[in-house]
């Protein structure tokens, strides 16, 4: 699965065993890492969910930390968390981006346009 | 309010009175009202969320209790009943059939699209 995360975590502990072959004197980070591994930031949804962003996360790989949480609150708002996650489970991994991207188009349009939402594009479209 | 079922349920009772009028001897019905009333149609989505159509409900206007249901349901995988709830009560009684009409297109197309929604309609639309 396309976790940036785990990427993440995995590139930090390369980096650590690396240290460790060079300066044998500082093996303390491989042993606070295996007592205490080093916590990565939640995922922008579960940030905005207050939940822990476990390994493997539906939404982490499409909500970073970062600008995740604000893009999240439109599409929970609008669609909420479990129908989207629903959604997205039903759908090949490959196309996950597109459809985040349209969800959040048309979660964003609703919030602006609570009465025609992104249809309203589709008419002034059709009117041209 | 604009309640199908209240207007239904009036044009029952007119009709009985009338015939109570015309007819005294078949008085029963007038009687039976008052015991236990007539019971009407749940609409559409509280007949697919199987629960009691209050009068007032916020979805009675907009889903009939014939083809509402089938409506509904699209609705209720994409949106979820909390959410449209919520969206209505925040537009103005005057738009909210609008606001049903495109919240129905837009988990119409989603089901049908579970990738790009209408905003496939968008896209087609502007690249002609």
């Known amino acids: 699965m396309a976790d940036p995360q785990c990427h993440g975590l995995s590139e930090t502990c390369r980096k650590g065993a690396g240290k460790r072959t060079t300066m044998p004197v500082e093996a303390k980070p491989a042993v606070v890492s295996e007592v205490a591994p080093i916590p990565t930031a939640p995922c922008g949804a579960c940030k905005f ?14 909500f970073g930390s970062d600008q995740g949480a604000a893009k999240f609150a439109a599409v929970h708002k609008v669609f909420g968390a ?8 039903h759908i ?9 991207v349209t969800i959040s188009y048309e979660a964003q349009a ?19």
Chains 1, 2 share one sequence.
């Open 92 to 100: 090949p991994m490959n196309r996950r981006h597109d459809a985040v």
């Open 49 to 62: 969910l207050r939940r822990k962003c476990v390994s493997g996360c539906i939404f982490a790989p499409h």
């Open 82 to 89: 479990s129908n989207v996650s629903k959604l997205l489970l």
């Open 110 to 128: 609703r919030l602006s346009d609570p009465v025609y939402g992104c249809v309203s594009t589709i008419l002034s479209l059709q009117q041209q």
